[in-house]
Every structure is written in C-alpha cells, then in structure tokens.
C-alpha cells in the first residue's frame, strides 16, 4: 500500500499483520519521575542501561514535576 505524504512523493506502509523480511523490534518501556535538581544524573543513569528517552512531560498532579517516558529493546 502506498500513502501519499506530500504532492509527487509516495512511501510505502505495511499493512497491520503483514509479514516482512525481518523480525519486528520488541520494546518494553518505563516512566520515570525527575527530579528538577538531578535531571541529567537520573537520565545518564538510565541511558547507562540501555534506556533512550522518548519524552519528558509535566506530572498529572502537579505540572512541576517532571516524568520521562523511556524505551529500549527488550533481550531475547
């Protein structure tokens, strides 16, 4: 299936349940509270791990605190 994404260009898309070539990546995430004064320290820690951020966001009760969404791929 092809999806046009601007005037003259064309990209392929799979369809949903499609098989392709190779195995599709498997990844499990996590939410993690940061705090203002040790921001970079709690992301290198997880980075360290194996962790990549995806996003940071304000807290759901309280707009100053921040929580980060990571991501990595899970070991077989």
Do not use: F
Not at 19 to 36: I, N
Not at 67 to 75: C, I, N, Q, T
């Amino acid at each position: 299936m092809a999806v046009r994404t601007s005037p003259g260009q064309r990209r392929n898309r799979c369809r949903p349940g499609a098989k392709v070539g190779r195995m599709t990546k498997k990844w499990e995430y996590a939410t993690v509270p940061l705090l203002v004064h040790a921001t970079k320290q709690i992301l290198d820690t997880w980075g360290e791990d194996g962790w990549e951020l995806v996003q940071v966001v304000p807290g759901p009760n309280n707009p100053e605190q921040l929580v980060a969404y990571l991501k990595r791929e899970k070991s077989a």
